[in-house]
């Protein structure tokens, strides 16, 4: 849960999305921590710990807690136990994975590692996925084929400095010193060889 707890409050929706995340998983966002034993807690207890989190948010943020507040706090708990519970099968717990939906699909004999192009290639998920953030609904943003992968790769510029990963490109970086050349893109570092993505 380390990538929610710097996001807590979403620009568009407040608390009521994320806080299903942080109820599917037990993870309270008041303390940082997991809740213990959370697995074992009543659904009571685990409104008891979100309710007070979206009140807490919505007091830190209109300064008292009016009408309004209460609306808003039952609405977004009663947000979390629908998106949570199933009710076709009669499990009305809350703890537990949220239903993933697959949206973006790679045939099966490609490989894409996300890592190599965010944590190395210092790439923004919208590169690929668009603006996320402002969509109501999350859709494929981006066409993901061959062609579009191959033409990223002529076209985007490796991101040298400053990245450690990258120092074993010593000719490069000569070259850029230099003034020889302004930039280096994926393709000539092998970003076409095709094991890169075919396995």
């Excluded at 990538?3 to 109820?23: D, M, N, P, Q, W």
């Excluded at 066409?143 to 510029?157: E, V």
């Excluded at 490109?169 to 050349?181: D, L, N, S, T």
Aim: glycine share 6%; net charge negative.
């Amino acid at each position: 849960m380390n990538c929610h707890r710097a996001i807590k409050v979403g620009s568009t929706y407040g608390t009521a999305e994320l806080t299903k995340i942080f109820a599917s998983v037990g993870y309270d966002p008041s303390t940082d921590k997991y809740i213990p034993n959370y697995e074992d807690l009543s659904k009571d207890e685990i409104e008891q710990v979100y309710k007070k989190w979206i009140s807490d948010i919505y007091i830190t943020d209109k300064g008292t807690l009016d009408p309004m507040g209460e609306r808003t706090i039952n609405e977004q708990w009663d947000g979390i136990v629908e998106a949570l519970t199933d009710k076709k099968t009669r499990d009305f717990k809350i703890q537990g994975p949220i239903e993933w939906v697959r949206i973006h699909n790679l045939p099966d004999h490609a490989y894409f590692n996300h890592a190599q192009h965010v944590s190395v290639g210092k790439l923004e998920c919208q590169t690929c996925h668009g603006p996320v953030e402002a969509m109501e609904v999350v859709k494929q943003y981006s066409p993901l084929s061959m062609g579009w992968c191959i033409n990223c790769h002529r076209q985007t510029a490796v991101k040298f400095t400053e990245n450690p990963y990258y120092q074993s490109y010593a000719k490069f970086h000569k070259e850029i010193a230099k003034g020889e050349r302004d930039k280096v893109t994926v393709e000539e570092i092998g970003g076409l060889e095709c094991q890169k993505c075919h396995y």
